[in-house]
Structure formats: structure tokens, C-alpha cells
């Protein structure tokens, strides 16, 4: 099982550019979410899924957008990136029952808006 | 809501040297907690989690956590260091809500822990 993949794993957009973080998890968990990581900030959940077609708003949503067509995918939007969007991106999924508070990350996304 | 406060940013110790991460919460409700560890340029891993039962918890990499209701703590203490447990480490809560907090985690602000020879 590869786990939880992320892509890509560094970029730079400019001001007012788009575009999409993918992540793919292969262990048919429901549970999928998005955070993204600050310096001495932790991890704060940007948007989260608990299913196929299913999508919730987290802590920091403003500025993202998200979709889950199926199961094994959950990918992050950005419109029109900002510098306040610089940061590393970790997707992470999670299963049912007590398996649902064992959350599996991905490798991250490091991402730089100038 | 929950808030979750590490009390300390940066943590430096000698190998074979014990170890103790502070982590403190805050919630409205009852609660689950966990600590996290991120290596350098790697995703989170869970290291060890309180569900229930015993409040004091082990990982199988010798680090362990007690949970203190009274205290609203969730302190990591290690005997002896390695070189290899260098590494951010991140306290987590998530409520205990019947199934509809969805494992959504609050995490705390990270303590790195760097273990010097």
C-alpha cells in the first residue's frame, strides 16, 4: 500500500495564478482531510470529507476549495493564490470506528505564492 | 471548540538524557488526545493516542503519555533519548462528540525536540 500520496511535492505560483493539490489515498478510508502547516503555528484543518460527495468546512476554509468524487481522491483548489497561502499543505485520511482518530498523512505539499 | 497549548516551542537534551513534552487542552467536552511526530521534511505519524481505559499510554518506541483529567493534561516523557527521536512532535485533540466531531483534530502549536550526542 503506498498510503496517503500528495502531489506535487514543491511549487511556486504567482499572485492570482490557480491551482490544484491532488492527494490520493489507497487504504478505502472515508474520512479525508486538508490542513496546512505555519511555523510555530501547528496544523489547522482547512476542509475535511466524510465520504464520497460529502464536504465540510474546517478552521482556515477562505481562499480553498475542495471536491470528492470518490472515495480515493481529495483534491484542494486554490482560485487565486495569495502570499498568505505560502505554507505546506498535508492531506491525511482516516477509517471507521476507533480506526476514525488514527489519522494517516501524506507527505506534504510545499507550496510558495510571490 | 477545543484549543490545544505546548508550553514549550523548542526542547534541547543530551542522548540518554530523559525527556518531558508539555501539552495542555482546553475544551467544552470530553475528549480524545494524541500526539503526533514529524521528521524533518515528512508527513505527521501518529506516535500514541488516550481513547479510554488506562490513562497512561505507551508507544512501542519507548515514549509515554498520562493523561491528567484534572489537570486538562497530556504530558510525552521519554526515560532516554535517542539521536534518532529528533523530530517536531505534535499534541492533538478531538472530541468525543458521538461520532460527529469525524476525527477532526485540534493540534497544539508543535515542541522540536533536538537530541544532541
Known amino acids: 500500500n503506498a498510503g496517503v500520496t500528495q502531489t506535487p511535492k514543491f511549487r511556486i505560483l504567482k499572485i492570482g495564478q490557480s491551482m490544484t493539490l491532488q492527494c490520493t489515498q489507497d487504504?478505502?478510508?472515508?474520512?479525508m482531510y486538508w490542513y496546512r502547516q505555519d511555523p510555530g503555528m501547528g496544523l489547522k484543518l482547512i476542509y475535511y470529507?466524510?465520504?464520497?460527495?460529502?464536504?465540510d468546512k474546517g478552521e482556515v476554509p477562505n481562499g480553498y476549495n475542495v471536491s470528492r468524487s470518490t472515495t480515493e481522491d481529495f483534491p484542494l483548489r486554490l482560485e487565486l493564490a495569495a502570499p498568505s497561502q505560502t505554507s505546506v499543505y498535508f492531506c491525511?485520511?482516516?477509517?471507521?470506528?476507533?480506526?476514525?482518530?488514527?489519522?494517516?498523512f501524506g507527505p506534504g505539499t510545499r507550496l510558495t505564492v510571490t | 471548540a477545543q484549543s490545544v497549548t505546548q508550553l514549550d516551542s523548542q526542547v534541547p537534551v543530551f542522548e540518554e538524557a530523559p525527556v518531558e513534552l508539555r501539552c495542555n487542552y482546553s475544551?467544552?467536552?470530553?475528549?480524545?488526545l494524541f500526539w503526533y511526530v514529524q521528521y524533518p521534511n515528512q508527513g505527521l505519524q501518529l506516535l500514541l493516542k488516550?481513547?479510554?481505559?488506562?490513562?497512561l499510554v505507551e508507544s512501542i518506541n519507548g515514549f509515554e503519555a498520562e493523561f491528567n483529567k484534572s489537570q486538562t493534561s497530556f504530558h510525552l516523557r521519554k526515560p532516554s533519548v535517542h539521536i534518532s527521536d529528533t523530530a517536531e512532535y505534535f499534541c492533538?485533540?478531538?472530541?468525543?462528540?458521538?461520532?460527529?466531531?469525524?476525527?477532526?483534530?485540534?493540534f497544539g502549536q508543535g515542541t522540536i525536540l533536538t537530541v544532541h550526542p
Open positions: 488516550y481513547l479510554s481505559g488506562s490513562t
Open positions: 492533538a485533540v478531538s472530541e468525543r462528540a458521538g461520532g460527529t466531531s469525524y476525527g477532526k483534530l485540534t
Open positions: 475544551s467544552s467536552v470530553s475528549v480524545y
Open positions: 487504504m478505502n478510508h472515508n474520512y
Open positions: 491525511a485520511s482516516s477509517g471507521t470506528g476507533t480506526g476514525l482518530y488514527e489519522q494517516y
Open positions: 470529507s466524510v465520504g464520497a460527495g460529502i464536504t
